[in-house]
């Protein structure tokens, strides 16, 4: 089974807004941080939103402000919901989760990843 499964990624114009979903399978549970990763072509992943499974939030200080990321544990989906966007936040994200073992260690998981293009 698909440990995270995204969607709602597509093409928009510069200062429209989309929302992505990410769902956890069960199989993975419980999970403690979510987050959103990025990756433009020819760069490096970049973290742009993670939220703790308490509710505690971190941005990339480029989307302070624009993106938001939220979460509903019963449905074990996160959100990104990404307003005023520009052309250079053309990527694809991607879904990331983190869940604690037994002494300490964790382990992460991806998504697919979602094509995000902002163009006019």
């Known amino acids: 089974q698909v440990p995270l499964v995204e969607s709602g990624g597509g093409l928009v114009q510069p200062g429209g807004s989309l929302t992505l979903s990410c769902a956890a399978s069960?199989?993975?549970?419980?999970?403690?941080?979510m987050g959103w990763y990025r990756q433009a072509p020819g760069k490096q992943r970049e973290l742009v939103a993670t939220?703790?499974?308490?509710?505690?939030?971190d941005y990339k200080n480029s989307v302070k402000g624009r993106f938001t990321i939220s979460r509903d544990n019963a449905k074990n989906t996160v959100y990104l919901r990404m307003n005023s966007l520009k052309p250079e936040d053309t990527a694809v994200y991607y879904c990331?989760?983190?869940?604690?073992?037994?002494?300490?260690?964790?382990?992460?998981?991806w998504g697919q990843g979602t094509q995000v293009t902002v163009s006019s």
């Open positions: 990331h989760a983190t869940k604690d073992l037994n002494g300490g260690a964790s382990y992460g998981y």
């Open positions: 069960r199989n993975i549970l419980p999970i403690n941080t």
């Open positions: 939220i703790t499974s308490g509710g505690s939030t």
